[in-house]
T-cell receptor, first 110, second 115 residues
């Protein structure tokens, strides 16, 4: 079954404590991307990757890092989380269009 | 900045009625897509319409695209309670000729179907 798996589903953490949100896909897709969704702002792209070792900034990359060491995984790293990064995060993958989304990670930074 | 903007922001109708949502965008596009999101879940792709197409159907969904007005509409016919969700249009900015890296989402229309 085609899947995009994000973990964790929910995370509450404190300011400054490094965290990683994982994303894994079993569809051999080259393209992977991270979005954040905030009320009134819709989905905004954080980073994307066109293939292994190829990553690029989206619209709101500040405060985030990503890596793409292997095709199936695209972790999102927050080195020093701040309260303004409290949001609902989605990983998406595809070979072009359309995109397949994970079920989301709800992050709260206090 | 957001490329696609949906209208209305929220829509509540009775089950069985048709629901129409609109999307306007600012720059030229290669294609436009509609996605659906159930509360707090990931987006699910509904339909894609290319810039050289004017109308497309998929089951109870009908999408139109007017590139001269830079707008698209999504019509859901004979709505059901299960259609309650948020609907997003997404346009590509042509960063790579219509690829996913150039995709920009609107803020969505929240559709509520009253039983």
């Amino acid at each position: 079954e085609a899947q995009v798996t994000q973990n964790p589903r929910y995370l509450i953490t404190v300011t400054g404590k490094k965290l990683t949100v994982t994303c894994s896909q079993n569809m051999n897709h080259e393209y992977m991307s991270w979005y954040r969704q905030d009320p009134g702002l819709g989905l905004r792209q954080i980073y994307y990757s066109m293939n292994v070792e190829v990553t690029d900034k989206g619209d709101v990359p500040e405060g985030y890092k990503v890596s793409r060491k292997e095709k199936r995984n695209f972790p999102l790293i927050l080195e020093s989380p701040s309260p303004n990064q409290t949001s609902l995060y989605f990983c998406a993958t595809g070979t072009g269009l359309p995109l397949h989304f994970g079920n989301g990670t709800r992050l709260t930074v206090t | 900045s957001q490329q696609g903007e949906e209208d209305p922001q929220a829509l509540s109708i009775q089950e069985g009625e048709n629901a129409t949502m609109n999307c306007s965008y600012k720059t030229s596009i290669n294609n436009l897509q509609w996605y659906r999101q159930n509360s707090g879940r990931g987006l699910v792709h509904l339909i894609l319409i290319r810039s050289n197409e004017r109308e497309k159907h998929s089951g109870r969904l009908r999408v139109t695209l007017d590139t001269s007005k830079k707008s698209s509409s999504l019509l859901i016919t004979a709505s059901r309670a299960a259609d309650t969700a948020s609907y997003f249009c997404a346009t590509d900015r042509g960063r790579s000729g219509g690829g996913a890296d150039g995709l920009t989402f609107g803020k969505g229309t929240h559709l509520i179907i009253q039983p």
